[in-house]
């Protein structure tokens, strides 16, 4: 059994992602801690309770960190919805947060556990930055990061240069990116194309049965929309699902290549930028497996998998 914590600004992929983790019979979720991002702290960690909920799953939540480090906050209500989760408004959940700040948590369970514990982001990482700050030897009690962010291609989604997850705060994606934390990037590209469910694909899986397929598919309704108006999608692209995809099973990733990754903090043009040195032209030694290609049949069999109640 692996042990996981997700850190997440809880949208409407987001939301899939935490369903496929914690119906993944190999993987133990410990914890969510929830960081501002896609939407507020708040309604992050209400969408995040809710799909645990949905799922039957009596999880720790912890909330952390509510802005970036140096910008101000830029939520994405333009993609998502206003309540992040396709304006379906959804119950409000009955369970609580924890008390201790997101932080705190991650870094005492880490402690505990040294080596045992598998993290996967899929927000901008101010909490995993701050984590590393506070205590610099999490980069050596996490047993591996799985971030969703950046793109190794230049293929922005926010701006031309840049993903939203590093974009919405890069200081703290390049604290993370230059830590000696062992990371594989997973970029938003890797959702694109033919890894994007086609209109068949949605309405199958939104009839698989299962109520959590349903709102899968429903809670993205709005991101489907936003991506085919405003970034020429043809489906629906799940770049967190992906993400998690590979974390659950590594053999998704089937193209990566250890490279050194930076970001760019400084430039107006390309400000969150994942610069990745595919050539290795700066001669730099790697700090990270950058995930250049996918299974997509993989990929989309056990999404299905996941959401399934079969």
């Given at each position: 059994?692996?042990?996981?914590?997700?850190?997440?600004?809880?949208?409407?992929?987001?939301?899939?992602?935490?369903?496929?983790?914690?119906?993944?019979?190999?993987?133990?979720?410990?914890?969510?801690?929830?960081?501002?991002?896609?939407?507020?702290?708040?309604?992050?960690?209400?969408?995040?309770?809710?799909?645990?909920?949905?799922?039957?799953?009596d999880i720790p939540v912890y909330e952390g960190c509510d802005r970036p480090w140096l910008k101000a906050a830029s939520t994405a209500e333009w993609f998502h919805g206003e309540d992040g989760m396709g304006n379906m408004n959804y119950p409000a959940p009955k369970t609580?947060?924890?008390?201790?700040?997101?932080?705190?948590?991650?870094?005492?369970?880490?402690?505990?556990?040294?080596?045992?514990?598998?993290?996967?982001?899929?927000?901008?990482?101010?909490?995993?930055?701050?984590?590393?700050?506070?205590?610099?030897?999490?980069?050596?009690?996490?047993?591996?990061?799985?971030?969703?962010?950046?793109?190794?291609?230049?293929?922005?989604?926010?701006?031309?240069?840049?993903?939203?997850?590093?974009?919405?705060?890069?200081?703290?994606?390049?604290?993370?990116?230059?830590?000696?934390?062992?990371?594989?990037?997973?970029?938003?590209?890797?959702?694109?194309?033919?890894?994007?469910?086609?209109?068949?694909?949605?309405?199958?899986?939104?009839?698989?049965?299962?109520?959590?397929?349903?709102?899968?598919?429903?809670?993205?309704?709005?991101?489907?929309?936003?991506?085919?108006?405003?970034?020429?999608?043809?489906?629906?692209?799940?770049?967190?699902?992906?993400?998690?995809?590979?974390?659950?099973?590594?053999?998704?990733?089937?193209?990566?290549?250890?490279?050194?990754?930076?970001?760019?903090?400084?430039?107006?043009?390309?400000?969150?930028?994942?610069?990745?040195?595919?050539?290795?032209?700066?001669?730099?030694?790697?700090?990270?497996?950058?995930?250049?290609?996918?299974?997509?049949?993989?990929?989309?069999?056990?999404?299905?998998?996941?959401?399934?109640?079969?």
């Open positions: 059994m692996r042990r996981m914590i997700i850190d997440t600004d809880t949208a409407s992929d987001d939301a899939v992602a935490i369903m496929m983790a914690v119906h993944s019979p190999h993987i133990s979720v410990e914890a969510l801690t929830i960081v501002a991002g896609n939407v507020s702290l708040r309604q992050a960690s209400i969408n995040a309770r809710y799909t645990l909920e949905l799922c039957e799953q609580c947060v924890k008390n201790t700040h997101a932080v705190t948590a991650l870094i005492e369970k880490c402690k505990h556990s040294p080596g045992d514990i598998e993290l996967v982001t899929l927000g901008p990482l101010t909490n995993i930055a701050t984590a590393l700050s506070m205590e610099p030897k999490l980069a050596q009690w996490i047993k591996h990061c799985y971030i969703m962010g950046g793109a190794a291609g230049t293929l922005g989604n926010v701006t031309p240069a840049a993903e939203y997850n590093i974009w919405c705060d890069p200081e703290a994606a390049q604290k993370v990116m230059n830590s000696g934390l062992p990371i594989t990037l997973l970029g938003w590209e890797l959702s694109c194309g033919e890894a994007a469910l086609s209109d068949k694909q949605m309405h199958e899986i939104a009839n698989l049965g299962s109520a959590r397929a349903r709102v899968a598919i429903d809670c993205n309704r709005s991101a489907v929309v936003a991506s085919r108006e405003l970034q020429a999608q043809t489906g629906m692209a799940l770049a967190d699902p992906v993400a998690m995809a590979v974390a659950i099973d590594p053999a998704i990733s089937v193209k990566q290549k250890r490279c050194f990754v930076d970001i760019e903090t400084q430039s107006t043009l390309t400000r969150g930028m994942s610069v990745v040195d595919l050539n290795n032209v700066l001669g730099k030694d790697p700090n990270a497996s950058v995930c250049l290609e996918i299974d997509v049949p993989r990929w989309k069999s056990l999404l299905r998998t996941c959401l399934s109640d079969e």
